[in-house]
């Protein structure tokens, strides 16, 4: 995947180090619909979470706000550009990246008035036993201490009670 490759040479690691990393990947699109509701703070959407894959690419129908990332405490609006797609870091790609790369913790909120779609493309193992770990050129005993052990994908999964995650900060799932 040509975002897992960029994104390896940003860390200063070999192009393919990433992708070896994270290993082969299946990919499952999902469509979302959040109709409207005119008291949307007493509605969940969905619930605050991490992706617990790799990558997600998101789309969203330009028209309408939902989607919001929390960034030291706070909740930050994702303005959907038109024909933009939204790339979120996944829990798989935190833990390569020896957590250079955050997983952020989002949440989809309904609108009081409008319909919104949005489209996800979730790219995580195909094999659940894939076992993830620090890429060895991010972890040292001074600066860069490993911060996560080797996980099976499948242990992640379990830890974070199904596809959606809150594990990585150390929070519960609250979602599904
Ligand atoms: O609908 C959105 O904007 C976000 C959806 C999402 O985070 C997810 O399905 O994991
Ligand atoms: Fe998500």
Redesign the pocket.
């Known amino acids: 995947m040509k975002m897992l490759r960029r994104m390896s040479q940003s860390l200063g690691l070999c192009v393919t180090q990433l992708e070896e990393i994270v290993g082969e990947m299946q990919q499952t699109i999902?469509m979302?619909h959040?109709p409207p509701c005119p008291q949307p703070e007493m509605a969940a959407?969905?619930d605050d979470?991490t992706?617990i894959g790799a990558i997600?690419c998101?789309w969203?129908y330009h028209d309408v706000i939902?989607?919001y990332v929390l960034q030291e405490g706070e909740w930050i609006r994702?303005t959907p550009l038109p024909g933009a797609l939204?790339i979120?870091v996944g829990d798989q790609v935190q833990i390569a990246s020896n957590g250079i790369y955050k997983s952020p913790i989002?949440?989809?909120v309904l609108n009081a008035t409008k319909h919104?779609v949005?489209m996800?493309s979730?790219y995580y193992q195909l094999k659940p036993e894939q076992v993830v770990a620090p890429a060895e050129g991010l972890v040292d005993d001074q600066l860069h201490p490993r911060l996560y052990q080797p996980t099976r994908f499948c242990d992640h999964e379990i830890a974070s009670k199904g596809p959606?995650s809150m594990s990585m900060d150390g929070r519960e799932s609250s979602h599904g």
């Open positions: 999902l979302n959040y959407g969905i979470h992706d997600s998101l969203q939902g989607l994702v939204t979120i989002h949440r989809a919104r949005s996800v979730f959606y």
